[in-house]
């Protein structure tokens, strides 16, 4: 079984190579939870289990022209571990539609088992 | 009072001053919690209340030459938010005296009535 360290490492070793769905696939509990710091009015932030999870990451990689990322840490406290995430990106959906932008976040996930079993998102709603 | 994105830009900023014993008395709950991710072999990572919290840190800047630092974020969630702390420094005393090295750590901070009452360390304990 995998500790916190190494499914971090894992983890970022995998986003750094843009294989943020594989990282998903073999790191991920099927009961993983995912929370955003936030949302649009009437959205849940919130979102349970591996099929709503995926189904999230896919659609916002399917909408979003990367021009670039970069994954930094992990750093370890227990059973979980942060990670920085960065992305320049463009949408290709929604208000922001051919809008470039920079986004920065910081990422607490929680291990148990040797698997993710949540993901909570930091950033700026502006 | 203060919310937690603008308790999370004034420690920043104060931080990004140098002024961290400034941070904590005028931001840290009399309650506050310290959690590192690790210690010594038999001495808690937990340290209650505002006294024993000034005392390690001002334990640690008497104890370290600092020869630059760097903060980033806050990347904010609800009640809590993340900052990324770098640190180059060389240690005055222990078994480390005299040998310069760098620290990369990020810490979560939880935030209660405009006050932060939990710090939480998260770093490679190597």
Known sequence: MSTT????????????QNKHMEAVDS???????????????????????????KGKADWWFKNHEIHGSKTE???PHGD??????????????????????QME????YTVKDGKIVLEEFFYNMG
Chains 1, 2 share one sequence.
């Open 5 to 16: 360290m190494e499914v971090g490492k894992k983890l970022v070793a995998l986003c750094q």
């Open 27 to 53: 790191l991920y509990s099927p009961n993983i939870v995912s929370i955003e710091a936030g949302g649009p009015p009437g959205q849940s932030p919130r979102v349970d289990g591996i099929a709503a999870v």
């Open 73 to 75: 840490g992990p750093w």
């Open 80 to 101: 979980r571990f942060i990670v920085r995430h960065s992305f320049d990106v463009t949408p290709k959906a929604g208000p922001m539609t051919g809008k470039r932008f």
């Open 105 to 108: 976040e910081a990422a607490l």
